[in-house]
């Protein structure tokens, strides 16, 4: 075989440019839109974002708000889910078949979420448990989802911890402004990626739950069933 035939058999095998992005794209947009529901819905309940539960749960202690025990009893039960992921991991090969029925549990507890939103809400009541079960449906999908991110797909940047992924494209921007090149156009696009699609989630979530409540959850369960699909396919990831 000729090196032009080599390359182009290269050029075959690599993966295209929506491959190598889809998943964490798809990823930051679920968490994103995921998130941005349960703080519409839940009167500032935070489902991925564990910092803004406990600035939440200050403001409330220092203030006297309501909401307060359920804003604290999120970082438990967040815990506790990691724990129970990270041992079902542990008991299991580090496979793509692992990875996807990840996705399949986060997919289970995003559709307990959706249903029990749809039955419980409108939520007027910060300290109600309607809101602390539907609240924490919602985290236990994201909790399991984190869980993933740093264990079997570490390679993508966490799709729900925005802030460190913001301050990585702002160093992979100036990385290239000063030094154009592949590489780091490769590392401008990766990192612009994940916060671009939690932003688009984020606006994406909002509108359709104005729309639709909580039905408006269905389009990205379907996105982390895709996921799966491509995890149990052995598909790139």
Request: charged share 10%.
């Amino acid at each position: 075989m000729t090196a032009t035939s080599n390359a182009s058999a290269a050029a075959g095998s690599a993966p295209g440019l929506w491959a190598q992005c889809r998943a964490p794209v798809l990823l930051a947009i679920v968490g994103g839109a995921i998130d941005t529901i349960g703080f519409i819905a839940l009167l500032g309940f935070f489902t991925a974002h564990v910092t803004g539960n406990l600035v939440l749960a200050g403001a409330a202690f220092a203030k006297g708000g309501a909401g307060l025990w359920i804003k604290l009893g999120a970082i438990p039960l967040f815990i506790a889910t990691v724990m129970l992921t990270k041992l079902w991991i542990d008991r299991c090969s580090p496979s793509s078949r692992t990875l996807g029925w990840l996705f399949v549990g986060e997919a289970a507890f995003l559709t307990g979420f959706m249903l029990a939103g749809l039955q419980l809400e409108p939520f007027r009541d910060p300290d109600a448990g309607a809101l602390a079960l539907t609240g924490g449906l919602g985290l236990v999908a994201l909790a399991i989802r984190n869980t993933a991110s740093k264990t079997l797909i570490k390679h993508i940047s966490p799709s729900t911890m925005m802030t460190g992924n913001t301050t990585q494209f702002g160093i992979d921007l100036s990385n290239y402004v000063r030094h154009p090149g592949s590489e780091n156009r490769q590392a401008v696009c990766k990192s612009g990626s994940v916060v671009g699609g939690f932003v688009l989630g984020a606006f994406l979530g909002a509108v359709l739950y104005q729309h639709l409540g909580f039905w408006s959850v269905l389009p990205f369960l379907l996105a982390v069933l895709y996921l799966a699909r491509l995890a149990f396919r052995q598909q790139p990831i």
